[in-house]
T-cell receptor, first 115, second 111 residues
């Protein structure tokens, strides 16, 4: 098992810019979710993808978008960055089949700072 | 919003059992209880989950009350490396993968 890897580990962007964060899922996993974790808070669900289609979304505006690729890697894109978007962004992958869900494996996250 | 209530912090002596409580009085019949922990600056790590029976794995034990309104995570022999924020989470069965985190319990294991 290779685990979940995220890149970059740290990033600084200017307000109004766009950012793309990347995630490589654990081998064999077909589901990926993204979470935002502000300082001192628990992670908040952004959205999830199953077989390249979004099938769940949290309370985040449309400027947060994503993609999942055939190899199950994924991207999180954030447009028009705001200062409040500064957070740790976590990617989590899992395997789901026939109604059976297995626990998520989280990456170590990307620390995004918007200035 | 998180449907679980946990104490904000707890202390435990190294080598002793750590018992972390969680209240989930509005739990539904199809909701599982999941426990994750997050060591500083890392992603959350899966510990254990259960529906209604007690569960044990190499990391911990999960005790769920008969009415399922509360549960306890037990780390049998806490080490300094177990210092982390522990999250108790409810997740529905089926295709709803969303995990709703609260603020968790900061467990500090002292030497």
């Amino acid at each position: 098992e290779t685990g979940v890897t995220q890149s970059p580990t740290h990033l600084i962007k200017t307000r109004g810019q766009q950012v793309t964060l990347r995630c490589s899922s654990q081998s064999g996993h077909n589901t990926v979710s993204w979470y935002q974790q502000a300082l001192g808070q628990g992670p908040q669900f952004i959205f999830q993808y199953y077989r390249e289609e979004e099938n769940g979304r949290g309370n985040f505006p449309p400027r947060f978008s994503g993609l999942q690729f055939p190899n199950y890697s994924s991207e999180l894109n954030v447009n028009a960055l705001e200062l409040d978007d500064s957070a740790l962004y976590l990617c989590a992958s899992s395997f789901w089949t026939g109604g059976r869900f297995y626990g998520y494996t989280f990456g170590s996250g990307t620390r995004l700072t918007v200035v | 919003d998180a449907k679980t209530t946990q104490p904000p912090s707890m202390d435990c002596a190294e080598g002793r059992a750590a018992n972390l409580p969680c209240n989930h009085s509005t739990i539904s019949g199809n909701e599982y209880v999941y426990w994750y922990r997050q060591i500083h600056s890392q992603g959350p790590q899966y510990i254990i989950h259960g529906l209604k029976n007690n569960e044990t794995n190499e990391m911990a034990s999960l005790i769920i009350t008969e009415d399922r309104k509360s549960s306890t995570l037990i780390l049998p022999h806490a080490t300094l490396r177990d210092t982390a924020v522990y999250y108790c989470i409810l997740r529905s069965g089926g295709s709803n993968y969303k995990l709703t985190f609260g603020k968790g319990t900061l467990l500090t294991v002292n030497p």
